[in-house]
């Protein structure tokens, strides 16, 4: 079940950029679950991983690798995220690394290899392997669809999104792909993202445009308060179009396109949610800090009490007044605060707003898109984050997941 998430559109090829997707039978037979992709001589990468200390196998290779070098490809497969899999998943990460190399004449550690599945385990090298020489043969720059669906796991549907703007008398475009739908609390979710644009753009700026765009995205979605071993987010740049220089008024054009396609992916993740029915935008104004805006806004979040309640479209307003005043901020003053669910002001100055009705919260809480809004009227700062509620389907899907 997804929340008015929308179809795949057109997903624009970007120039220098091929990608290739095979059904391997890595863990099911006849699903699409291996995907190269090839950036051209001259391409820059940059990329950002998850924080989780027990990051799997692929995650250390491709940051090594991404230190020494400037990647050629990228290797992703599902089923198997190769995470808690000691030195002999490092080893397999490593061969499958190897093989496309050997296929692509490129070095070993010019491939970047990325993995989502069940952790735990260790995939299947021979099946993964074999498969690698069909994805090479059908490497096109109008590949993306194949690979949004051969990135999938638990997903409902494939997810994209793509956008062309102009810089000078140039088109440059920008492409992306990504997959998730639970275990997602990035701290960068189990998500991966794959973006291209053929712009021009040097490796340090290039760098600091995906970090800026993830925070702003990816990190600030939660389907459940589970931050993956294999969260990762990759942008690639071709290099085939128009230049991009720091500080020119083309780079701020390129941020914003680049912040509006992490943004469109990031919430198809939360759209997408295990079992979601409800996509909800928690925002918190006028906080002495973002930090302690996202702090809160978090804590409602992961709330399985405000999570449940969406679910049963219940204005239980004590349990989202509970979670606020749990979030571990240092400002917070109960008496000043006021609480909205869309337009319906459900808290003013602590305690219930004297104009409510439980029937206009239930009204609220019947729709599919709910903006939760806490004003804490303590100072200039916010924080937004995109959340789902918690469903039977939640339980049923991650109970069953291994089945």
């Known amino acids: 079940m997804a929340v008015n998430l929308p179809a795949l559109p057109e997903l624009h090829p970007v120039a220098g950029i091929r990608l290739g997707t095979t059904a391997a039978g890595i863990r099911k037979p006849g699903r699409l679950d291996l995907v190269v992709l090839e950036c051209a001589t001259g391409s820059n990468v940059a990329a ?15 940051r090594a690798h991404l230190a020494r070098r400037t990647p050629r490809a990228l290797v992703i497969n599902t089923g198997f995220a190769n995470a808690g899999t000691g030195k002999p998943g490092l080893a397999d990460a ?7 190399a050997e ?20 995939f299947p090298l021979d099946r993964l392997t074999a498969g690698i020489p069909a994805a090479v043969s059908c490497l096109s720059d109008v590949g ?6 051969g990135i999938m796991t638990t997903d409902t549907a494939a ?12 088109t440059v475009t920008i492409t992306g792909i990504t997959k998730g739908a639970g275990m997602i609390r990035p701290d960068m979710a189990t998500m991966l993202a794959f973006i291209a644009t053929d712009a021009r ?50 780079y701020k054009i390129f941020q914003e396109a680049l912040l509006e396609v992490c943004r469109t992916l990031a919430q198809a993740i939360v759209r997408d949610g295990e079992g979601a029915t409800k996509f909800i935008t928690v925002d918190v104004v006028r906080g002495a800090s973002e930090s302690d805006c996202l702090e809160i806004a978090y804590t409602i979040a992961h709330s399985p009490l405000v999570k449940t309640a969406f679910f049963a479209s219940d204005p239980n307003w004590g349990r989202i007044l509970a979670a606020v005043g749990r979030a571990p901020v240092r400002k917070l003053d109960v008496h000043k605060l006021s609480i909205h669910l869309n337009d319906v002001c459900i808290v003013r ?34 924080g937004r984050i995109w959340t789902t509620d918690l469903s039977h389907d939640y339980v049923r899907i991650n109970a069953e997941y291994r089945s």
């Open 349 to 382: 100055g602590g305690a219930l707003a004297p104009d409510y009705t439980e029937a206009r919260g239930a009204a609220v809480m019947r729709e599919a898109e709910i903006t939760i809004r806490v004003d804490l009227a303590l100072g200039k700062a916010a």
């Open 201 to 250: 753009i040097a490796p340090a700026l290039l760098k600091k445009s995906l970090a800026a765009a993830a925070d702003a995205s990816f990190n600030r979605i939660s389907v459940d308060g589970d931050s993956s071993t294999n969260d990762a987010c990759v942008l690639v740049a071709s290099g085939k179009g128009a230049a991009i220089k720091a500080g020119s008024k083309s």
């Open 144 to 149: 993306w669809v194949d690979a949004a669906h």
């Open 94 to 100: 490593r061969a499958t690394c190897q093989v496309l």
């Open 159 to 170: 997810k994209g999104a793509s956008r062309q703007i102009r810089i000078g008398k140039e």
């Open 48 to 62: 950002v991983f998850t924080k989780n200390k027990f990051c799997a196998a692929p995650v250390i290779v491709a």
């Open 103 to 122: 296929q692509l004449g490129c070095r070993p550690d010019e491939v970047l290899p990325f993995s989502t599945g069940v952790i735990g385990e260790r």
